[in-house]
């Protein structure tokens, strides 16, 4: 299933800063960055539950902000994109 995460950190402290890092972390191991704050993560529902207790976490409940969006599998009819696309498509076998 295709699963959206984003996430708002709270930067002005050092802690917030070393907290937005680890969220990065966290969700480059699982999907591929397509904003700042934004991954798109191709992954099962046991994946899910993983990178979710993950995140919960690392985060602060009173100054960050973290979402999930379950897309499902039939998610392609429900994406719209347009400008520069740098992403690619996490279901084709990669070639190098």
Known sequence: MLVII???VNTETKEGRTRLRKLAKECVN???RVQNSVF???IDEAKFRQVQDKMLKIIDYNLDSLRFYRLGNQY?????????DRSFDV?????I
């Open 30 to 32: 699982y999907g591929q």
């Open 91 to 95: 279901t084709n076998p990669l070639i």
């Open 6 to 8: 984003c996430y708002d």
């Open 76 to 84: 392609k009819s429900k994406i719209e994109h347009y400008g520069v």
């Open 40 to 42: 798109e993560c191709n």
